[in-house]
Protein backbone atom coordinates (compact mmCIF):
# COMPACT_ATOMS: atom_id res chain seq x y z
CA UNK A 1 0.00 0.00 0.00
CA UNK A 2 1.20 3.51 -0.79
CA UNK A 3 1.25 4.94 2.53
CA UNK A 4 1.65 8.19 1.22
CA UNK A 5 -1.25 8.18 -1.22
CA UNK A 6 -3.68 7.04 1.70
CA UNK A 7 -2.66 9.48 3.92
CA UNK A 8 -2.81 12.63 1.77
CA UNK A 9 -6.35 11.53 0.72
CA UNK A 10 -7.30 11.31 4.01
CA UNK A 11 -6.25 14.70 5.14
CA UNK A 12 -7.60 16.28 2.48
CA UNK A 13 -11.00 14.92 3.64
CA UNK A 14 -10.69 15.59 7.12
CA UNK A 15 -9.69 19.07 6.07
CA UNK A 16 -13.24 19.57 4.24
CA UNK A 17 -14.79 17.93 7.16
CA UNK A 18 -13.38 20.99 9.65
CA UNK A 19 -14.24 23.38 6.76
CA UNK A 20 -17.81 22.04 6.26
CA UNK A 21 -18.54 22.11 10.16
CA UNK A 22 -17.21 25.75 10.12
CA UNK A 23 -19.22 27.05 7.48
CA UNK A 24 -22.47 26.36 9.63
CA UNK A 25 -20.78 28.22 12.90
CA UNK A 26 -21.85 30.77 14.73
CA UNK A 27 -20.10 33.81 16.94
CA UNK A 28 -22.20 32.75 19.97
CA UNK A 29 -20.28 29.02 19.14
CA UNK A 30 -16.94 30.05 19.48
CA UNK A 31 -17.20 31.55 22.50
CA UNK A 32 -18.94 28.27 24.52
CA UNK A 33 -16.60 25.04 25.52
CA UNK A 34 -15.22 22.65 23.37
CA UNK A 35 -14.73 19.19 24.29
CA UNK A 36 -10.44 20.28 25.18
CA UNK A 37 -10.40 21.36 28.69
CA UNK A 38 -9.75 25.20 28.96
CA UNK A 39 -10.01 25.27 25.65
CA UNK A 40 -13.54 27.20 23.94
CA UNK A 41 -14.41 26.31 19.69
CA UNK A 42 -12.36 29.19 19.24
CA UNK A 43 -9.14 27.89 20.68
CA UNK A 44 -9.42 24.73 18.95
CA UNK A 45 -10.44 26.43 15.07
CA UNK A 46 -7.51 28.35 15.94
CA UNK A 47 -5.12 25.62 17.14
CA UNK A 48 -6.29 23.50 13.79
CA UNK A 49 -5.22 26.67 11.44
CA UNK A 50 -2.00 27.12 13.66
CA UNK A 51 -0.73 23.69 13.16
CA UNK A 52 -2.11 24.12 9.23
CA UNK A 53 0.80 26.59 8.87
CA UNK A 54 3.65 25.10 11.09
CA UNK A 55 3.17 21.84 8.69
CA UNK A 56 3.38 24.59 5.47
CA UNK A 57 6.91 25.45 7.44
CA UNK A 58 8.15 22.12 7.56
CA UNK A 59 6.89 20.34 4.28
CA UNK A 60 7.93 23.67 2.19
CA UNK A 61 11.63 23.70 4.09
CA UNK A 62 11.53 19.70 2.96
CA UNK A 63 11.35 21.15 -0.46
CA UNK A 64 14.26 22.97 -0.60
CA UNK A 65 16.15 20.48 1.84
CA UNK A 66 15.84 22.10 4.74
CA UNK A 67 15.08 20.68 8.30
CA UNK A 68 13.24 23.15 10.39
CA UNK A 69 11.25 23.48 13.36
CA UNK A 70 7.14 23.99 13.03
CA UNK A 71 7.29 26.57 16.37
CA UNK A 72 10.21 28.48 15.83
CA UNK A 73 9.41 30.48 18.95
CA UNK A 74 8.67 27.13 21.08
CA UNK A 75 5.67 26.49 23.22
CA UNK A 76 5.01 30.30 23.74
CA UNK A 77 4.94 30.97 19.91
CA UNK A 78 1.96 28.00 19.52
CA UNK A 79 0.03 29.14 22.99
CA UNK A 80 0.10 32.73 22.36
CA UNK A 81 -0.96 31.97 18.76
CA UNK A 82 -3.74 30.11 19.98
CA UNK A 83 -4.59 32.13 22.45
CA UNK A 84 -4.47 35.37 20.39
CA UNK A 85 -7.16 34.27 17.72
CA UNK A 86 -9.48 32.69 20.17
CA UNK A 87 -11.47 35.40 19.88
CA UNK A 88 -12.46 36.27 16.22
CA UNK A 89 -15.51 36.12 14.51
CA UNK A 90 -16.98 32.61 12.96
CA UNK A 91 -16.29 34.03 9.56
CA UNK A 92 -13.01 34.75 10.63
CA UNK A 93 -11.89 31.21 11.63
CA UNK A 94 -13.86 29.99 8.83
CA UNK A 95 -11.72 31.28 6.92
CA UNK A 96 -8.59 31.05 8.44
CA UNK A 97 -8.92 27.09 8.66
CA UNK A 98 -9.73 27.29 5.11
CA UNK A 99 -7.58 29.51 3.59
CA UNK A 100 -3.79 27.39 5.66
CA UNK A 101 -5.50 23.98 4.80
CA UNK A 102 -5.89 24.66 0.91
CA UNK A 103 -1.83 25.96 1.25
CA UNK A 104 -0.68 23.08 2.91
CA UNK A 105 -2.41 20.78 0.51
CA UNK A 106 -0.95 22.80 -2.41
CA UNK A 107 2.47 22.84 -0.61
CA UNK A 108 2.08 18.88 -0.43
CA UNK A 109 1.08 18.93 -4.26
CA UNK A 110 4.57 20.39 -4.76
CA UNK A 111 6.19 17.99 -2.74
CA UNK A 112 9.02 15.98 -5.13
CA UNK A 113 9.47 11.95 -4.29
CA UNK A 114 12.98 12.71 -2.48
CA UNK A 115 11.42 15.66 -0.45
CA UNK A 116 9.29 12.45 1.26
CA UNK A 117 12.64 12.05 3.03
CA UNK A 118 13.26 14.48 4.70
CA UNK A 119 12.42 16.00 8.05
CA UNK A 120 10.76 18.25 10.44
CA UNK A 121 10.93 19.31 14.26
CA UNK A 122 8.30 19.11 16.47
CA UNK A 123 7.69 19.12 19.96
CA UNK A 124 7.79 15.50 19.42
CA UNK A 125 10.99 15.44 18.10
CA UNK A 126 12.52 14.99 14.26
CA UNK A 127 9.81 13.31 12.38
CA UNK A 128 9.51 12.10 8.69
CA UNK A 129 7.30 14.10 6.30
CA UNK A 130 5.67 11.30 5.41
CA UNK A 131 5.38 11.01 9.17
CA UNK A 132 4.04 14.43 9.58
CA UNK A 133 1.48 13.75 6.86
CA UNK A 134 -0.18 11.10 8.70
CA UNK A 135 0.47 13.27 12.01
CA UNK A 136 -1.82 15.86 10.08
CA UNK A 137 -4.48 13.35 9.25
CA UNK A 138 -4.88 12.95 12.75
CA UNK A 139 -4.90 16.31 13.80
CA UNK A 140 -7.72 17.48 12.04
CA UNK A 141 -9.66 14.19 12.41
CA UNK A 142 -9.35 14.18 16.30
CA UNK A 143 -9.48 18.49 16.03
CA UNK A 144 -12.59 17.85 14.57
CA UNK A 145 -14.29 15.90 17.16
CA UNK A 146 -12.57 18.14 19.29
CA UNK A 147 -14.66 21.18 18.37
CA UNK A 148 -17.92 19.79 20.42
CA UNK A 149 -20.10 20.84 17.28
CA UNK A 150 -22.03 17.97 15.29
CA UNK A 151 -19.05 16.01 14.46
CA UNK A 152 -17.55 13.65 17.22
CA UNK A 153 -15.27 10.21 17.61
CA UNK A 154 -17.86 8.52 16.38
CA UNK A 155 -17.91 9.94 13.35
CA UNK A 156 -13.98 9.43 12.67
CA UNK A 157 -12.85 8.11 9.23
CA UNK A 158 -13.03 4.60 9.40
CA UNK A 159 -10.02 4.01 7.36
CA UNK A 160 -8.07 6.82 10.18
CA UNK A 161 -9.77 4.56 12.80
CA UNK A 162 -7.25 1.39 10.85
CA UNK A 163 -4.93 3.67 10.56
CA UNK A 164 -4.55 4.71 14.13
CA UNK A 165 -4.80 1.27 15.35
CA UNK A 166 -2.13 0.18 13.72
CA UNK A 167 0.48 2.96 14.99
CA UNK A 168 -1.16 3.35 18.29
CA UNK A 169 -1.28 -0.50 19.46
CA UNK A 170 2.44 -0.97 19.36
CA UNK A 171 2.81 2.23 21.17
CA UNK A 172 0.57 1.56 23.77
CA UNK A 173 2.08 -1.86 24.00
CA UNK A 174 6.24 -0.30 24.09
CA UNK A 175 4.89 1.35 27.12
CA UNK A 176 4.23 -1.90 29.13
CA UNK A 177 6.36 -4.31 31.11
CA UNK A 178 7.89 -6.79 28.83
CA UNK A 179 5.38 -9.38 27.76
CA UNK A 180 2.33 -7.54 28.19
CA UNK A 181 1.88 -6.58 24.71
CA UNK A 182 -1.59 -7.06 24.12
CA UNK A 183 -4.45 -4.48 24.98
CA UNK A 184 -6.89 -5.13 27.74
CA UNK A 185 -9.80 -6.93 27.16
CA UNK A 186 -11.88 -4.32 28.28
CA UNK A 187 -10.28 -2.46 25.38
CA UNK A 188 -10.76 -5.48 22.71
CA UNK A 189 -14.66 -5.58 23.71
CA UNK A 190 -15.31 -2.06 22.27
CA UNK A 191 -15.15 -0.77 18.43
CA UNK A 192 -12.42 0.03 16.95
CA UNK A 193 -13.50 4.02 17.17
CA UNK A 194 -13.75 3.81 20.83
CA UNK A 195 -10.68 1.90 21.49
CA UNK A 196 -8.94 4.66 19.26
CA UNK A 197 -10.88 7.30 20.83
CA UNK A 198 -9.86 5.79 24.39
CA UNK A 199 -6.11 5.57 23.43
CA UNK A 200 -6.27 9.22 22.46
CA UNK A 201 -7.63 10.48 25.89
CA UNK A 202 -10.96 11.15 24.19
CA UNK A 203 -13.06 8.57 25.69
CA UNK A 204 -13.62 6.33 28.58
CA UNK A 205 -14.10 2.57 29.13
CA UNK A 206 -15.28 0.81 31.55
CA UNK A 207 -13.24 -1.17 33.94
CA UNK A 208 -9.96 0.84 32.65
CA UNK A 209 -7.97 3.96 33.81
CA UNK A 210 -6.23 6.50 31.13
CA UNK A 211 -4.33 4.73 28.41
CA UNK A 212 -1.58 6.81 29.82
CA UNK A 213 0.19 7.64 25.75
CA UNK A 214 1.10 11.07 24.29
CA UNK A 215 1.25 10.13 20.70
Known amino acids: MNFIDRDLAGATRAHRAVVAT ?27 ARNAEGHVRMFGA ?24 SGRSAAELLADVTATASELEATWAAMPDEAWTGR ?12 LLFIRWREATVHHA ?50 VAWLLGRAEIEGLGPAGINP
Not at 22 to 48: C, E, F, K, N, Y
Open 22 to 48: LQHLTDDQVMQPSRLPDWTVGHVATHI
Open 62 to 85: AIRGEVVEMYPGGREQRTGGIEAG
Open 120 to 131: GITFAGELTMSD
Open 146 to 195: DLGLDFAWSDWDPEYVRAELARLTPLWASRKPMGLTELPPEALRVGDHHR
